[in-house]
């Protein structure tokens, strides 16, 4: 029995954000808009996206005991997550530097704060949330030692969705537990490197799939997603899903690319998008989609969010979704 649909582990930040007309180049100052404070990070994020999706979500993490604390748990509240999970204290909260273009595209500098401070403990004082969750998500806003220990700690039979934001190279460990694994072209190229990733998003699933994960999802932006999943045909010429390390025998692999398009919108704000594509595709895996279907779910989600100011503040409702 399930109490959540999706438990989140990763960040908590408060985003502050200017409006630029162009990102400075080194050395250079310009000026931007008024500052806005948003509630944000990755995990926060997902949490509240899910949640305005329909989904039970909880979330595991750690914020401080401040200002920029009590605004994200307030958010989260509003939003229905359940905050058992996130502690309080440590540091201060973590916070997010965003500007923000004409286009809609911004850039990102994070100060990890009381994110820093989730630690593996925290993940094992957390086993209930773990066994009662259907899928697990995570990010890299946290130490990647957390990362490792929520692995570990996954139950049997349980789900874990990742999107190494931002990027840096796996254990394989970790890779072998991801189905799927979340990259946009930047962070695929930096688990592969640069030399190895290939040309095309096809080249990047497939050679990201032959690093261990079970499924591959890479977001194209307004291009949509490129889901690639391995499959093995047996002697019969049956094809049958596999799982790490299951190749062997006289089975042949095979890996299966499916294009998902994308929702043509006027794009405000990209901040969150990608967050709320995790978080939406995360949880209609949980219901029995699959991963094609859950991916192009998920698409419709984040265009929606790009059609706003803001992360939270931007992720639709389930009706809303539909209404695209």
Not at 150 to 172: C, F, K, T, W
């Amino acid at each position: 029995m399930y109490d959540y649909d999706l438990l989140v582990v990763g960040s908590a930040n408060a985003d502050l954000v200017i409006d630029v007309e162009r990102r400075p180049a080194a050395g250079e100052t310009v000026l931007g808009g008024d500052l806005a404070v948003h509630p944000g990070g990755k995990g926060a994020n997902q949490a509240v996206a899910a949640a305005r999706l329909g989904a039970a979500t909880a979330l595991l993490a750690r914020v401080g005991d401040d200002g920029h604390g009590r605004l994200l748990l307030d958010s989260l509240r509003t939003a229905g997550v359940d905050t058992a999970g996130v502690l309080v204290g440590g540091a201060p909260t973590g916070v997010a530097l965003i500007t923000v273009d004409p286009s809609g595209d911004n850039s990102i500098v994070v100060s990890p704060g009381a994110n820093g401070r989730l630690t593996p403990e925290d993940v094992r004082a957390a086993d209930g949330l773990l066994r009662t969750s259907r899928v697990v998500s995570t990010q890299l806003e946290i130490p990647l030692e957390t990362v490792v220990e929520v692995v570990r700690s996954l139950p049997e039979g349980g789900r874990l969705v990742l999107n190494p934001s931002p990027p840096r190279p796996l254990p394989a460990e970790v890779l072998a537990a991801c189905d799927p694994l979340i990259v946009n072209e930047h962070e695929a190229k930096v688990i592969l490197g640069d030399s190895a990733a290939g040309d095309t998003p096809e080249d990047w699933a497939r050679r990201l799939l032959a690093e261990g994960p079970r499924s591959v999802v890479v977001t194209l932006g307004a291009e949509g997603a490129l889901v690639a999943e391995t499959r093995t045909r047996t002697e019969s010429g049956a094809r049958v899903g596999v799982g790490v390390g299951a190749v062997g025998g006289g089975v042949d692999v095979e890996v299966e690319v499916t294009r998902v398009a994308s929702v043509r919108v006027d794009a405000v704000d990209t901040t969150g998008a990608g967050d709320a594509f995790t978080a939406a595709l995360a949880w209609r895996l949980g219901t029995g989609a699959t991963l094609a279907e859950a991916a192009g779910y998920a698409a419709r989600v984040g265009a929606a969010a790009v059609t706003r100011r803001g992360a939270q503040e931007s992720f639709p409702t389930g009706a809303e979704v539909e209404a695209l």
